[in-house]
């Protein structure tokens, strides 16, 4: 009886036992692959982008808000500082809101009277316009900004409205198959704000799922694990947080419980130290444990002065340090409203696209495996290539010389996002193209 009895009990325990560990079953099996620095990676079966190479991702900012629209942050981002009226605004492209189902009044009107409209990310129909343009112009997707400074604790209204974007873009991804990740971007963080990101990522891994693959089968992994990015290391501009914070910050969140590959965003001059970079040999032995390299292009150059010998040489030195790289192209630059100079629209013209093609085509031709766009809807800095307003269309913006930017008159509103798909075909193997912008046909 007793035998009995122990055997019962044994094959009781057994059976709980079986029974917790499916139940503790966890959504990525590991394997070891012999990845960068020895690591072991995940099983990437069902993914549909397991790797970021071969694909065209663009930057995507998600930080506008509109009155009325449930984020309680009125017009943030939009505005410029002290309130949102013509003749003071932080943006130079008024997007093009035909196809928006849902938009809301702004305090700006047109020459006719009529008045000029807006959209807003909190909305799930506005993002899910977006993912849906990427879609039908062959943009294999965007990697979501996530701005650490305003997502922390002392900032609740904005980590709910990043929140909130980011749910209705990973929704948005699943429902276009499109390619999504999350970019951490430091601008303005102290040394403490740098270490809470690792807090912040695994809150999101929980509450969004990340590494569920069938919850998020879009979302992009490289080197067998979930891409993140930190962007913003390494500059020479006085920021509060240090390299060696976020070194330390790399080191953790490789050795963490859910690992990660991460792309690092650089100066554009990271490999010589010059110009906009800190003159610090710790920033290339960090670059070294990282999965990608990404260096900020934006600003650096014009139509006059890119060359693409310098692209060239950044990818020799990460081929000898087995680092991946990713070059970054941007359709053209425009600040004017941000600082109330009419002097400075415009300021690296987009020439109907040329400037794009120009930089998409040299980073293609010497052998560039992927793309990173900036952005699709910064239109702070007039860099987006999302649907905007052409210049004889926008708004009035008050009566001191200040005006909005657009896009090229005799161009449709459409026109970055067909050139950039354009380059996605490119990218992703299509013959035919050349250093010569394609032609739209009608």
């Known amino acids: 009886m007793k035998r009995i009895k122990s055997l019962l009990t044994f094959l009781l325990v057994v059976g709980t036992v079986l029974a917790c560990s499916k139940k503790r079953e966890p959504e990525v099996q590991v394997i070891d692959e012999g990845n960068k620095n020895g690591q072991s990676g995940y099983d990437t079966s069902g993914l549909l982008y397991p790797s970021y190479t071969g694909l065209v991702m663009a930057g995507y900012q998600g930080w506008f808000a509109a009155e009325g629209d449930g984020s309680n942050r009125g017009w943030y981002h939009y505005q410029g500082n002290g ?42 129909e506005s993002v899910d316009l977006h993912f849906k343009w990427m879609k039908d112009y062959g943009i294999d997707g965007v990697h979501m900004q996530r701005f650490v400074g305003e997502i922390k604790a002392s900032n609740p209204s904005g980590k709910r409205h ?9 929704k948005a991804a699943k429902k276009y198959g499109r390619a ?23 809150e999101l891994v929980n509450t969004f799922k990340l590494y569920d693959k069938t919850e998020n089968p879009t979302y ?7 891409l993140m990015t930190i962007w913003g290391v390494g500059f020479n501009d006085n920021r509060n947080y240090s390299i060696q914070d976020v070194d330390k910050l790399v080191d953790k969140l490789k050795a963490g419980q859910k690992q990660v590959s991460i792309m690092l965003g650089v100066p554009y001059y ?50 000898t340090n087995k680092v991946d790289y990713v070059p970054l192209i941007f359709p053209g630059f425009s600040w004017g409203n941000m600082h109330k100079d009419p002097t400075i629209y415009y300021s690296i013209p987009r020439n109907k696209g040329d400037f794009l093609w120009t930089q998409a085509a040299g980073a293609i031709q010497f052998g ?12 702070d ?52 193209y050349t250093y010569k912008k394609p032609e739209r046909t009608p």
């Open 83 to 124: 309130g949102f009226y013509p003749g003071n605004t932080n943006v130079d492209f008024w997007p093009d809101i035909t196809e928006y189902t849902k938009t809301y009044k702004s305090p700006f009107k047109f020459a006719d009277g009529s008045d000029a409209y807006l959209y807003s990310p909190y909305d799930y």
């Open 180 to 202: 999504i990740s999350v970019m951490y971007d430091l601008s303005g963080c102290s040394s403490a704000d740098v270490a809470y990101l690792e807090q912040d990522w695994n």
């Open 381 to 432: 800095e007039g860099t987006a290539i999302f649907k905007c307003a052409r210049e004889s269309e926008t708004p009035l913006n008050g009566n001191a010389g200040l005006k909005f930017a657009g896009i090229e008159n005799d161009l449709p509103s459409d026109h970055y996002l067909w050139l950039t798909g354009q380059a996605a075909n490119w990218l992703h193997g299509e013959k035919g």
């Open 220 to 226: 992009l992994w490289h080197n067998k694990k979930p």
């Open 270 to 319: 990271w490999r010589t130290f010059g110009s906009d970079t800190e003159n610090n040999p710790l920033l290339h032995t960090l670059i070294k444990k990282v999965d990608i390299v990404m260096p900020w292009a934006v600003g650096r150059y014009g139509p006059d002065s890119y060359n693409p010998n310098n692209l060239r040489q950044d990818m020799q030195w990460c081929n």
């Open 162 to 170: 990043f929140n909130k974007v980011l749910e209705n873009a990973l």
């Open 368 to 379: 560039a495996k992927s793309l990173y766009v900036a952005m699709f809807d910064e239109i």
